[in-house]
């Protein structure tokens, strides 16, 4: 990890409400939206992505949800989520994703196109009748372990990373906007094994959304400096029950230069 403070402009430290308002873009700068869990809006060189960001239950008693006021607009593609590009996924857990809300988006932005492993795409794909155009929107991924799959939507690199997660279909996402490259991690596991096949640490990667546990645990840690080594990282996944503030104090000492991801709204200029 190659943190500084410089290269991060932060547009908000305290909640920002998702009213539709945008903030302007730097050229070559990237958007960084908090909206929930592990849900971003990522916007940069003319593109938007949204990443398990389209979730409906959630697990309220742990896990932050999108407020309905978000969800609706996420849903009917109503600004700053019109114009959507790519609608990612990282596994089918309804705390990353929700079949329902991901069709509805599709139904509303014919330019979005859905991007997931199989348990999650197959099931959007059956919330619409044989021969629907949306159909054609959407791509199951689900590369072998140790593997990856490469491919481009809208003019942007997409690498899908199979990052074990128990024995659920999960993924990352290693994505290439506005000169920068973005990875997201998925719900995997924080074991050294699960990255050893990927030589990320080669990738030169300026953003990564790490799940907090890594944070917590000697071989996590390891994964973030020596296989992620990203110029900025960004904790996610942080749960709202009582001992995670105690998780946060310790990983503000150890690791002062990593952002929380903690109030949907927080919004970052990259």
């Known amino acids: 990890m190659r943190p500084s403070r410089r290269t991060v402009t932060q547009l908000a430290l305290a909640v920002l409400a998702i009213d539709g308002s945008t903030a302007p873009q730097r050229p070559g700068a990237i958007d960084l939206t908090y909206l929930a869990n592990e849900g ?6 003319g ?5 398990d960001a389209l979730l ?3 697990i309220p008693k742990y896990y932050l949800r999108p407020s309905p006021a978000t969800l609706s607009r996420m849903e009917t593609a109503t600004s700053p989520f019109d114009g959507i590009d790519l609608v990612l996924a990282t596994h089918y857990h309804r705390d990353h994703f929700d079949a329902g809300s991901v069709a509805a988006h599709l139904r509303a932005n014919p330019k979005a196109t859905f991007v997931s492993v199989h348990q999650a795409a197959d099931l959007v794909t059956a919330a619409f009748p044989a021969g629907a155009r949306e159909r054609s929107r959407i791509l199951a991924t689900t590369p072998d372990r140790n ?6 939507v809208s003019d942007i690199p997409v690498k899908v990373i199979r990052l074990m997660h128990g024995n659920f ?4 996402f290693l994505v290439a906007v506005a000169g920068k490259k973005i990875l997201h991690l998925g719900d995997s596991d924080a074991e050294v094994s699960n990255f050893d096949a990927f030589d990320l640490e080669k990738e030169q990667i300026d953003l990564a959304l790490i799940p907090y546990w890594y944070f917590l645990d000697a071989e996590g840690k390891r994964v973030v400096r020596d296989h992620i080594r990203a110029r900025r990282v960004v904790a996610i996944h ?5 001992r995670v503030a105690r998780d946060l104090a310790g990983i503000r000492k150890e690791f002062p230069d ?3 991801a903690t109030e949907p709204g927080q919004r970052w200029t990259f």
Do not use: H, P, Y
């Open 56 to 58: 409906r239950e959630g």
């Open 40 to 45: 971003f809006l990522i916007g940069g060189g």
């Open 169 to 172: 279909q999960n993924t990352g």
């Open 147 to 152: 593997q990856s799959a490469s491919l481009a």
């Open 47 to 51: 593109k938007k992505i949204l990443v």
């Open 238 to 242: 942080i749960g709202i029950e009582g």
């Open 258 to 260: 990593v952002i929380l």
